[in-house]
C-alpha cells in the first residue's frame, strides 16, 4: 500500500519561510513525476510546481522565483521550499505524485498540510 505523508506546514508572517516534505511509503513501486498543489478556501485546488523524474520543473506564475520544487529519489521524497510568503499563499497544500508498478500505473494524493501566512 502506498502512501504519501506530507510535513511542515504552518503559521508563518509574511515574508516568512516555510518548507514542505512528502515522503513515499510503499513497496514494489518506482515514482515518477511529482507535484505540489494548493487549495485556498472557497477555491479550487490548483498546481503549484512539478517535478520530472530527472528533475525538470515547471511552476505556477504565481510563485516563480519564491517556491523551489525538488526530489531525493533515495529516499523517495519530494520538497517545496517556501520563501517570501504572502498571505494569499494560505491555502492546504497536497503533494501528488504518479506511481508505477509492475503492469499498471495510477496517482496518488497525500492528506494536505495547512499554510497559514498572516499579514
Known amino acids: 500500500q502506498v502512501q504519501l505523508v506530507e510535513s511542515g506546514g504552518g503559521l508563518v508572517q509574511a515574508g516568512g519561510s516555510l518548507r514542505l516534505s512528502c515522503a513515499v511509503s510503499?513497496?514494489?513501486?518506482?515514482?515518477?513525476?511529482m507535484r505540489w498543489y494548493r487549495q485556498a478556501p472557497g477555491k479550487q485546488r490548483e498546481l503549484v510546481a512539478g517535478i520530472t523524474t530527472g528533475g525538470t520543473t515547471n511552476y505556477v506564475d504565481v510563485v516563480v522565483g519564491r517556491f523551489t520544487i525538488s526530489r531525493d529519489n533515495a529516499k523517495n521524497t519530494v520538497y517545496l521550499q517556501m520563501s517570501s510568503l504572502k498571505p494569499e499563499d494560505t491555502a492546504v497544500y497536497y503533494c501528488?505524485?504518479?506511481?508505477?508498478?509492475?503492469?499498471?500505473?495510477?496517482?496518488?494524493w497525500g492528506q494536505g498540510t495547512q499554510v497559514t501566512v498572516s499579514s
Open positions: 501528488n505524485a504518479d506511481i508505477s508498478f509492475p503492469f499498471r500505473r495510477r496517482e496518488y
Open positions: 510503499g513497496s514494489s513501486f518506482s515514482i515518477n513525476n
